[in-house]
């Protein structure tokens, strides 16, 4: 199991990486959210995924997501789809993110201009294909 926090700490989790997916994600609506040029994360199946202490204020931020924020600090922390069937971890906000490194670039299309990484990754335009 892994662990993890907002920025205040009064929200923690923790969930099970098995079979997580990772990735990078270039959108606009992740750089409003997180206040970033780009957000990493690791998206598993709800039932992977325990809020150990703390509650999260919610916005529903389009059809396919619904945003998570600790309502003591306000850090974006998770996100979730209307059915509930997975959750997007912050790579940011997880204790050692270390065994939990992205495998792509979602949204490239959106990807500032500025900012260049040189990983080799495979990159989509939009949606990676397992998000479709």
Do not use: N
Not at 50 to 60: D, N, V
Not at 80 to 85: E, F, I, R, S
Request: charged residues 20%.
């Amino acid at each position: 199991m892994l662990t993890g926090q907002c920025l205040c700490g009064a929200l923690r989790f923790r969930f099970d990486p098995k079979g997580a997916v990772t990735d990078y994600c270039h959108c606009k609506m992740c750089q409003r959210w997180s206040g970033a040029p780009v957000t990493a994360w690791a998206q598993i199946p709800e039932s992977q995924f325990e809020i150990t202490s703390g509650s999260a204020r919610t916005y529903q931020s389009s059809s396919r997501g619904i945003r998570h924020f600790c309502d003591r600090c306000g850090s974006a922390v998770f996100m979730t789809d209307p059915a509930g069937d997975s959750v997007g971890i912050m790579l940011g906000t997880v204790d050692d993110p270390t065994s939990l490194a992205p495998t792509g670039h979602g949204w490239v299309s959106d990807q500032v201009k500025w900012l260049k990484i040189d990983d080799h990754l495979p990159r989509w335009e939009r949606d990676a294909p397992y998000d479709r």
